[in-house]
């Protein structure tokens, strides 16, 4: 699958974790020792975890910004 915006895949939002440095913590946790997760597994426990809201994908904002092909 290609997406325009590989960091949203296109919905124009993005996952932002309610508490980056409890978000973080998790993922090395979960992604280390003895039964690491596979990294998108690890994330998603990890937003469950902590929490999140959508905002605006920053990346998809810039896009917006690069006029049209002339
Ligand atoms: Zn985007």
């Given at each position: ?59 998809c904002?810039?896009?917006k ?6």
């Amino acid at each position: 699958m290609n997406y325009n915006c590989s960091y949203c895949q296109d919905t124009k939002q993005i996952k932002v974790p309610n508490d980056q440095e409890k978000f973080d913590s998790i993922i090395d946790r979960e992604m280390d020792g003895g039964h690491p997760l596979p990294a998108a597994e690890a994330q998603e426990k990890a937003y469950r975890i902590c929490g999140y809201h959508m905002i605006e994908c920053p990346y998809c904002k810039n896009e917006k910004e690069i006029p049209e092909k002339k």
